[in-house]
């Protein structure tokens, strides 16, 4: 549940980017590379932690005593680590799965757009209850130079953050961060 409210967190930030950055109409097939990307990342990030599981269990096994702080584990930790590396590796396998299940994704990114407006339109109506603007004629010759600003400006600079993040998620995948 965790995983994929991670990847639906991920697609609605990507949605509601593409849908203020006027990318044009929205097709949920424009959002299969970002799905597969997310559950990839996530997949992996279960695997890395199955493996550095298996190698705490196979040093548990070998100590007995009594643990000095919460990370060291004894023999008395195993069943528990075992169990910990089992939901991990299923973990992985079942992101693995979705990732490649095209139906799958597709409903991800449906219930992520559905997300999606939810965030903005609750955005929007609390900004309008909140709003206490002086309509004047500067207002409204005004408005366009704004709604420019707006999209030239502060969505440009949210895409090119967004695009750092996805650059540096994915270096992070490559360097095992």
Not at 11 to 20: D, E, K, T, Y
Not at 73 to 92: F, I, M, Q, W
Not at 105 to 134: F, G, T
Request: hydrophobic share 40%.
């Amino acid at each position: 549940m965790l995983a994929e409210y991670a990847a639906r967190l991920r697609l609605r930030n990507a949605i509601i980017v593409g849908a203020l950055s006027g990318q044009g109409d929205y097709d949920p097939n424009r959002y299969l590379v970002d799905a597969r990307a997310g559950l990839a990342s996530l997949a992996a990030e279960s695997d890395a932690a199955a493996r550095r599981l298996a190698e705490q269990l196979e040093e548990a096994e070998a100590l007995s005593g009594k643990a000095g702080h919460a990370h060291d584990y004894r023999a008395g930790d195993v069943k528990n680590l075992a169990r910990r590396e089992a939901v991990s590796r299923a973990l992985a396998k079942r992101l693995q799965e979705c990732r490649d299940d095209d139906d799958y994704l597709l409903s991800l990114i449906e219930r992520s757009r559905e997300e999606a407006w939810n965030d903005v339109s609750r955005a929007l109506e609390d900004s309008l209850r909140r709003a206490d603007v002086p309509v004047d004629e500067d207002y409204e010759r005004e408005r366009d130079e704004r709604m420019r600003q707006l999209i030239d400006e502060d969505l440009a600079a949210l895409a090119r953050e967004r695009e750092r993040a996805q650059l540096r998620s994915e270096l992070a995948d490559d360097w095992g961060f």
